[in-house]
């Protein structure tokens, strides 16, 4: 049965049955002080805040039985993944690979790497390591949805305009109906994120929908 979960452009008919949550890149050296996003020269602070809001549609998803994904971008320790143009790319005081703080930057099993404490993940949730923006680009991803009968994911996590963005553009040209929840993503600029939020659903949704945590809450609690 088929739950309206108000949103724009317009209602989003979530599917109990074919839905899926996806939590991107909720991870410490993003979020917290001290990692790639900080060495970016970016304040953290505006992504630490929604730290709760994810949370919050976590345990949404996890009282309703309904499946939890999280991504990290990530890369192997010998960076052979991580292809110069993106590595060398800005001038950022660290640069993927370097080591910082919490570890080497961006590396898979570095304690910068793991996901925050708030929003880490139960054992038997997918956890997916990324090396690009996109969830789907060099992951199991798309093959792992093709295994089941999920339809539709629902979007959380960071930063709005870069990973979050590009992983829902690669559902949507993979035919997946996505839905974008307004207080559980965030960006180092704010008129970024507005604007994201503006083209994923203009056009009559030519991305996908956007709509409030306290919406889908109500929403799916009726």
Known sequence: MMIEIPAQPGPFPLDPAA???????????FVEPGGF???????????????????DLIGLFRKKGWPVIHTRESHQPDLSDCPPAKRLRGKPSLRIGDPGPMGRILVRGEPGNQIVDGCAPLPGEVVIDKPGKGAFYKT??????AETSIRQLVFAGVTTEVCVQTSMREANDRGFECLLVEE??????????TATLAMIHAQGGIVGWTCTLPALQQAVSA
């Open 37 to 55: 996003g900080a060495s970016l020269g970016n304040d953290v602070s505006r992504l630490t805040a929604i730290i709760p809001a994810v949370a």
């Open 140 to 145: 199991n991803l798309d093959a792992m949805l």
């Open 184 to 193: 559980a993503t965030e960006s180092y600029f704010p008129e970024f994120k």
């Open 19 to 29: 839905v899926a949550l996806i939590v991107i890149d909720m991870q410490r050296d």
